[in-house]
């Protein structure tokens, strides 16, 4: 069947079957690797990308379900070959291990910052309940998070 | 499989005399299930689009809900969160937020997992569902709708339509804990809800509701039928915790022992009485 998607900004048509997640279409038809599957069934939280600017588990969205959505993945936050500023901050604070939770984690992050520009501690570790690391011990994705609230309020 | 997007209720009601049809809403159990091998539908339907199935809205001084209306929008809603505060507090804790933006009222309790988040406020608020299937439309009490875990009152060829929660009078005390391993994406150990109504120093009116602690979310009319009218005294806590303790089934499983569930219920039921006045 037709699916028509807006992809990080976008307009695209592809074809899925019932079978086809999300996330299979991302990664296997658009080859947009960035999005990750963890655990395949919505507990890890790294195949996160924003449905109509909500953070979802892809995994658990068939293409066919989201089909005239707007779709942002990793790969639709940069600009160009500047890092978004949570991705920098990611970078800077060591809050990137192995990196396999990361794109999921930034996903979540940057749906919590767009609707609280500046959020407590505690807005950031409620914001990240859905996404699971097994390197970091967290501390430093909620640094990285505070600090790119930080930067991305100075530049507004 | 095939994948069909239901456009209205009347396309929904036919495609659905189809025994090998399930109705996906928000897909969080469903499509787990259906990768997991545990269900193997032969058609989706997809409910998302159908606008008569979503939102929510007063009416004749109940709140209704949409089944396919998802668990984020539940909780943005300043009229369930003034008038059913359980509610909001149970949902806020369901899964995580990729989970709350996708799943559905309605899928959470036709899922009907002795542990569904969305019962226990929906139990004690005595919320009723409106039911539509091959004869037509009915009403039946969410007390009463679970059967065992994953079975409910729906007939083949049936769906929910609306959850529809009567807005209680003011002064009720709500209370709701959930016990687990950790706050997000946890499957409750043990979950009590209460609603009680304290004047003087009378139990007014009383309501508790419990997950996972027998096949069914329940509520524990036992407790209250004892315990209504009385004066709130140490002895009627205990009682009450006595009472729940023997009211429940629980088992043991992976996630505890049905000892430590009943101490569990018993311990949240007190608490909610202390917390009451």
Redesign the interface.
Same mark, same amino acid.
């Given at each position: 069947?037709k699916v028509r998607l807006t992809v990080n900004g976008r307009p695209l048509e592809g074809e899925a =079957? +019932?079978?086809t997640?999300l996330l299979d279409f991302l990664r296997e038809d658009l080859q947009l690797t960035g999005t990750k599957e963890g655990c $395949? !069934? $919505? !507990?890890c $939280?790294a195949c996160?990308v924003l449905?109509d600017g909500?953070? *979802?588990?892809s995994?658990? *969205?068939?293409a066919?379900?989201a =089909?005239g959505s707007d779709v942002l993945t990793i790969e639709g936050i940069a600009d160009g070959d500047t890092l978004h500023p949570i991705q920098q901050a990611f970078v800077e604070t060591g809050g990137v291990q192995c990196g396999f939770c990361t794109p999921g984690f930034i996903m +979540?992050a940057y +749906?919590l910052l767009k609707a609280t520009p500046n959020p407590t501690d505690e807005e950031i570790r409620? +914001?990240l309940?859905?996404?699971l690391c097994r390197c970091t011990g967290y501390e430093r994705i909620v640094d990285a998070i505070r600090l790119a609230a930080g930067r991305m309020q100075g530049d507004a | 499989m095939r994948y069909q997007q239901v456009v209205d209720e009347a396309e929904l009601l036919t495609a659905l005399s189809d025994p090998a049809a399930a109705i996906l809403s928000g897909g969080t159990d469903l499509l787990v299930k259906i990768r997991g091998g545990v269900a193997a539908p032969e058609t989706l339907l997809d409910i998302g689009r159908i606008p008569t199935l979503s939102g929510i809205r007063e009416s004749n001084g109940s709140i209704e809900i949409g089944a396919a209306t998802t668990e984020t929008e539940i909780l943005a809603s300043s009229i369930v969160q003034e008038t059913l505060p359980v509610l909001t507090t149970a949902l806020a804790g369901l899964g995580s937020i990729q989970i709350r933006n996708r799943g559905t009222l309605g899928g959470n309790l036709a899922n009907a997992s002795p542990a569904a988040d969305s019962a226990i406020p929906l139990l004690l608020y005595d919320a009723e569902l409106d039911l539509v299937g091959p004869n037509g439309p009915r009403t039946v009490p969410l007390d009463g709708f679970f059967l065992g875990p994953g079975k409910t009152a729906l007939e083949p060829g049936d769906y929910i339509r609306t959850i529809r929660v009567p807005i209680p009078e003011p002064g009720w005390c709500p209370f709701y804990h959930k016990v687990g391993k950790r706050r997000a994406l946890t499957i409750a150990i043990a979950s009590v809800g209460a609603l009680i109504r304290i004047e003087g120093d009378r139990i007014v009116g009383v309501r508790f509701a419990a997950g996972s602690v027998a096949p069914t979310p329940i509520r524990l009319h036992a407790v209250e039928e004892r315990i209504r009218s009385n004066a709130l005294t140490e002895e009627v806590v205990d009682e009450a915790r006595r009472l729940a303790m023997e009211s429940v089934s629980p088992i043991d499983d992976v996630r505890a022992t049905a000892d430590y569930r009943r101490c569990v219920v018993g311990d949240l039921v007190a608490r909610a009485l202390r917390l009451a006045p």
């Open positions: 069947m =079957d +019932a079978e997640r $395949g !069934e $919505g !507990e $939280g996160t449905i909500q953070p *979802v588990n995994c658990l *969205v068939l066919l379900q =089909d +979540a +749906a409620s +914001a309940e859905g996404n | -």
